[in-house]
């Protein structure tokens, strides 16, 4: 093949998998962060909702009602998001990434240190 018939390869042009790096390292550090509000949510609807409906059993000690924990969750989860949704759509505007497959690799990403604490945890 002469050099008019071969396909062009661009040295600017980034492969998927440096595409992809800097996405998942900062997904995976604002996991890290997200840990203690994904741990309070987590005992939030253990205690309340899901009590509520009869899938779990509320802990004993746990008689402050919903008031506290709703003036600790949602500034918490307000910083949080506050943080991680603009912090990804940087990131998104400048990779030009699917909308769907990047919110949702970010979204797993942003769970995994969590899902790995519990599960350290639970077979430790």
């Known amino acids: 093949m002469n050099s008019r018939t071969a396909p062009e390869t661009s040295a600017r042009a980034p492969s ?3 595409t992809w790096t800097a ?4 997904n995976l550090v604002l996991g890290i962060v997200a840990v203690i509000p994904v741990w309070a949510l987590v005992l939030f609807a253990v205690n309340y909702p899901l009590a509520g409906l009869g ?3 509320r802990e004993p000690t746990e008689n ?4 506290p ?26 990779r030009d990434a699917l909308k769907r497959r990047y919110w949702t690799v970010s979204s797993l990403l942003v769970l995994l240190p969590t899902v790995a604490l519990m599960f350290f945890i639970e077979n430790k």
């Open 16 to 18: 998927a998998r440096r």
């Open 23 to 26: 996405p998942v390292v900062v």
């Open 55 to 57: 899938i779990t059993h």
């Open 64 to 67: 402050d009602g919903m008031l």
């Open 69 to 94: 924990w709703l003036l600790v969750l949602v500034p918490m989860w307000a910083a949080f998001l506050g943080l991680w949704i603009p912090v990804n759509l940087a990131m998104r505007r400048k």
